[in-house]
């Protein structure tokens, strides 16, 4: 099973600040499968990005995504309030789907 | 517009089984492909199985094989998720997730999520 492990745990930061959040992979994972969400409190998680970069429809242009090796990064270029949520990365490997365990967008 | 509309929230006593229902409609129900993602209070996603709508074919995560059953209605486009032996650990939301074409190994439309509470 591919463990994806998120850093950090928690982020804070302000408006207007640049957020870069961190999803670690324990082995290889096909760039085409690893996808971000968005959770807000009360709420189901949004699809963000998918295949690493690819931005999901009506998703805004300060959303990013990259990879280098087995490390992807979402990027948040400048955060607006509505930003503060709960990250999450995803991807597929061996017939199954796993999870990080989330990074928690915080404003400061 | 894509929907997935699920059933209400289930309150279960320990060993007993619940079924969640998830009604799509917006698209061709058997051009994508229905997953279950549960999610316990406060903690991170779990993804538990998935189902082809246009065989019925299922495939499920090792955890729940042989206590979890999904199937489909096509003729009301709806999904239904089967979980038994019911013990206080299953109490979570329960989200029917759809992947939009074979391939995609992701999520991209998710329904509002079924609180199962497992109580004594």
């Known amino acids: 099973e591919i463990v994806l492990t998120q850093s950090p745990g928690t982020l804070s930061l302000s408006p207007g600040e640049r957020a870069t959040l961190s999803c670690r992979a324990s082995?290889?994972?096909?760039?085409?499968?690893l996808a971000w969400y968005q959770q807000k409190p009360g709420q189901a998680p949004r699809l963000l990005i998918h295949?690493?970069?690819s931005r999901a429809t009506g998703i805004p242009d300060r959303f990013s995504g990259s990879s280098s090796g087995t490390d992807f990064t979402l990027t948040i270029s400048r955060l607006e309030p509505e930003d503060f949520a709960v990250y999450y990365c995803?991807?597929?490997?061996?017939?199954?789907?796993?999870f990080g365990q989330g990074t928690k967008l915080e404003i400061k | 517009q894509v929907q997935l509309v699920q059933s209400g929230a289930e309150v279960k006593k320990p060993g007993a089984s619940v079924k969640v229902s998830c009604k799509a409609s917006?698209?061709?129900?058997?051009?994508?492909?229905i997953h279950w993602v549960r999610q316990a209070p406060g903690q991170g996603l779990e993804w538990m199985g998935i189902?082809?709508?246009?065989?019925?074919?299922?495939d499920y995560a090792q955890k729940f094989q042989g206590r979890v059953t999904v199937t489909r209605d096509t003729a009301t486009s709806t999904v239904y998720m089967d979980v038994s032996s019911l013990r206080s650990e299953d109490t979570a939301f329960y989200y029917c997730?759809?992947?939009?074409?074979?391939?995609?190994?992701?999520?991209?439309?998710w329904g509002q999520g079924t609180l199962v509470t497992v109580s004594s």
């Open positions: 995803q991807q597929y490997g061996s017939s199954l789907y796993t």
């Open positions: 082995q290889s994972v096909d760039s085409n499968y």
């Open positions: 189902i082809i709508p246009s065989t019925g074919n299922t």
């Open positions: 917006g698209y061709t129900f058997t051009s994508s492909y």
């Open positions: 997730v759809r992947e939009p074409y074979r391939g995609a190994c992701y999520f991209d439309y």
């Open positions: 295949g690493t970069s």
